[in-house]
């Protein structure tokens, strides 16, 4: 375990370096921002053709995913300057919402970046988790800023209804880039190539395939969104999401388990199979708060905690090791160069997930090694590199691209409690 001086080193990591990911009000981002990248100057790349993402790995836009989970933690700072800071993110993004609730996933002071793809379903997660936070102490001026926002959120929900749900009632992403796991295979579902065939062929069906996450996270969102409704007294808004998530549960339990990997797997509608592989995104269902408590022991002790597939010496991998196609590299399985790898690296984001998950079904010891292994691994990165990663080598702690990077690393602040406690 981690010395009572380490963890102390890495928080104050933390508290010194956040502060430069929090932008003031600019151009079309009305509210305070954020960037996933620290110490770097938001939106200098807005006039370029290629995104410095692609270039060094400094990421200067605001990241739907990436804003939301770093509110959610940037409290633990202890910075007076970061309270309200989940309303102000989703505050930016809803405000450049479109009529048919079309969302940006990537925006800066000047520009929208990957267009066409719409923001990840965690904006009303982030919008609760602010709102329960604060709202104790808070008073009428915090919970009005808040409520004013529900319209807004259940246009953009309706998009994903509308675009992105399937005659199962399960959902699908535009494209594997609007996932953000950017190069999953459980998305691309790779399939062997005919001898005559390349990488141009293109045949990955990544935006049809019924995805295991997508599903998930969309389940959780109209659980919270619920849950805000009931907080400002729209109880008919509340009593219809209530029941879109009971009954996307139901079909995430009944069409996505698989009993084979004990763990969930999307189904590629194009021809009628199940993408039967170990990815990080199969646990989401559990991540979430959605599965069975049967299947939640299964996932944990035949997937999770299993050294043989997800559990490595520096944390839970994104890509099972045991799959034929696990790697530790920077590139995809396209012919393109994909720096954003989640074909087997540690990523802080599922590890921090899996630790919420196990201490919320009592798993207090699996939760506090976990947390050992990542804080291991960021405290390697700091000592070695002078600088956190996006993502690491699972057998070594080696950085492997985009050094600098804040986003949900922050999440580590709650491993630390989690050792604490």
Known sequence: MPSTQDLA?????????????VHKPEGMLKYRYTTPTYAVKAGD????????????????????????FFSQAAHLTGHADF????????????????????IPRTISPGKVWDAGDQCKPFLAQTLLAEHNRTSKNAGAENLESVGHYLDDLDCYLKFFQRERKSKWNLYHWRNVLESGVDDNLALI?????????????????????LAVDLSSYIAREFICFADLCAAFGRHQLEAEYREQAKVLIAS??????????????GYNPQDATIVELRSWTGLTPMLMGLS??????????DNILNSEHFLRPWGITSHAVSEPLANQ?????????????WQGPVWILPNALVVRALNANGFKKDAREISARV?????????????LYENYDAETGAGLWASQFMSWNILALELIQTLES
């Open 329 to 341: 590299q920077r590139r995809g399985l396209y012919g393109r160069a994909i720096v954003s790898n």
């Open 375 to 387: 804080v291991k691994t960021l405290l390697h990165s700091l000592d070695k590199y002078n600088t």
């Open 83 to 102: 309270k309200g800071l989940g309303v102000d993110v989703v505050a930016n993004f809803l405000s450049l919402k479109e009529a048919n609730g079309h």
């Open 45 to 68: 790349d807005d006039n370029a053709a290629v995104a410095e993402r692609s270039l060094t790995g400094h990421y200067l836009q605001m990241y739907d995913w990436d804003a939301c």
């Open 252 to 265: 995430i339990e009944e069409n996505l388990w698989n009993d084979k990997l004990s763990m969930y797997c």
């Open 292 to 301: 069975k408590p049967d299947r939640i022991e299964k996932i944990l002790r």
């Open 189 to 209: 579902a790779p399939r062997e190539a005919a001898q005559s065939e390349d990488e141009s062929v293109g045949k990955f069906p990544d935006g049809s395939i």
């Open 9 to 21: 080193r890495l928080r104050k990591f933390f508290v010194d370096h956040a502060p430069s990911c």
